[in-house]
C-alpha cells in the first residue's frame, strides 16, 4: 500500500521540499524533479514562475490538489501519467493510459533512423515512412519534424492509441503529413516505405512482473514481447522485405541484450544489419538494417 502524502501546510516551497522527501523516502528515482514538476502542475505554474512564487503560502484547496497528485506518485504512478504529456525529441506530447510512456532511451532510434536516412543522402527527398506500434506517434512525429518531405503512415493495434497520436499529430502541425490506421504492425501495409521504425513489445512475459510498478501499470499489449521477448520482431522481419523500398532502411529498438538476436531474424529475412545504435547508457539500443539497392 502506498505511503499517504505529508500534510502540507505554509509556502509552496516547503510543500515542494516536503513532497521531495516524501519520494525519496519511498525510494523513487528522482524525487526533486518529480516534486517540482506536480507542484508546478497542480498550480498551473511553469519552473520559473514555481521559483518566483516559491515563498507564497498555499491556499487550502491547492495544498489538497498537491497532496492528491503527491499520493498518485507514491502509488507508483509516472509523472508523465499524472500530468498528461511528456517531452519527445523536444516535442510536447500528450500521453494516457492507453499508450506506452516515450522515453529518452527511444529517442536512439531517431538517431539511428536519420542517420541510415543521411547516409543515403535521402533527406532532401520525398520520402514515405511507416511507424509500426505508433502509440503516442512519438518517432512519426520526430522524423516528420526532421524530414519536411516526408510523409508516413503510424500504425497501431489500439484504437485508443490511434485517438492520442492523432491529437499529437494535429497539435504539432503534422496532421497533414502523417496517417493513421489500425492493424497488427505492418500486417495491413502495402506498398513500399523507404523508411520503417518501431519500438516493438520486447519483455519476455516471464519477465514482465519483474519491470518496476510505473512500467507495469502501461499497457501490457505493448511491453510483452511473447515467451522469448522476440515475438513482434518476427512478425515485422516477415513483412519488412515486402514493404522496404530498394536501399530503405528499418531501424527497431532492441532489449539491452537482444540485439544480436534481431540483427539475426532480419538478416534471416534477406536484410542487411548494421552495426547497433548505442543509447546514453552504451547498451546497443536500435537495430538498423537495409534492404538490398536496386541492380
Known amino acids: 500500500m502506498a505511503a499517504p502524502a505529508p500534510a502540507l501546510t505554509g509556502s509552496i516551497d516547503s510543500a515542494r521540499r516536503a513532497l521531495a522527501t516524501a519520494f525519496r523516502n519511498a525510494g523513487l528515482a528522482s524525487p526533486e524533479l ?3 514538476i506536480l507542484v508546478g502542475h497542480a498550480l498551473g505554474l511553469d519552473q520559473a514562475a514555481l521559483a518566483a512564487a516559491a515563498e507564497r ?9 498537491i497532496a492528491g497528485l503527491g499520493e498518485r506518485r507514491l502509488a507508483h504512478e509516472s509523472v508523465a501519467a499524472i500530468v498528461g504529456r511528456k517531452e519527445f525529441w523536444g516535442l510536447p506530447l500528450r500521453v494516457s493510459e492507453a499508450t506506452l510512456v516515450p522515453r529518452p532511451d527511444t529517442e536512439t532510434v531517431v538517431e539511428a533512423a536519420l542517420d541510415a536516412i543521411g547516409a543515403s543522402h535521402a533527406r532532401a527527398r520525398t520520402l514515405r515512412i511507416a511507424d509500426l506500434g505508433t502509440g503516442t506517434g512519438c518517432l512519426l512525429a520526430a522524423l516528420l519534424s526532421e ?38 504492425f505492418a500486417e495491413a501495409l502495402a506498398g513500399r516505405f523507404d523508411l520503417i521504425v518501431s519500438n516493438p513489445p520486447y519483455i519476455a512475459t516471464h519477465e514482465f512482473e519483474l519491470l518496476a510498478p510505473e512500467i507495469r501499470r502501461e499497457p501490457r499489449i505493448a511491453l510483452d514481447g511473447g515467451i522469448d521477448g522476440l515475438a513482434a520482431y518476427r512478425a515485422i522481419a516477415a513483412d519488412a522485405p515486402r514493404l522496404l523500398a530498394p ?34 547508457a552504451g547498451v546497443p539500443r536500435a537495430i538498423v538494417a537495409l534492404a538490398q539497392p536496386m541492380r
Do not use: F, Y
Not at 503512415?153 to 503534422?174: K, P, T
Not at 538476436?261 to 543509447?279: C, E, M, N, T
Open 57 to 65: 503560502e498555499l491556499s487550502e484547496r491547492e495544498a489538497l490538489r
Open 147 to 184: 524530414l519536411p518531405n516526408a510523409s508516413g503512415i503510424g500504425v497501431d493495434i489500439s484504437l485508443e492509441a490511434l485517438a492520442l497520436a492523432r491529437h499529437n499529430m494535429d497539435a504539432l502541425g503534422l496532421a497533414h503529413r502523417a496517417r493513421l490506421t489500425c492493424g497488427n
Open 247 to 280: 536501399g530503405g532502411a528499418i531501424v527497431l529498438e532492441v532489449g539491452a541484450s537482444q540485439a544480436t538476436s534481431v540483427a539475426a531474424l532480419l538478416a534471416s529475412a534477406g536484410l542487411a544489419p548494421q552495426l547497433p545504435k548505442l543509447d546514453l
Open 34 to 36: 518529480d516534486a517540482r
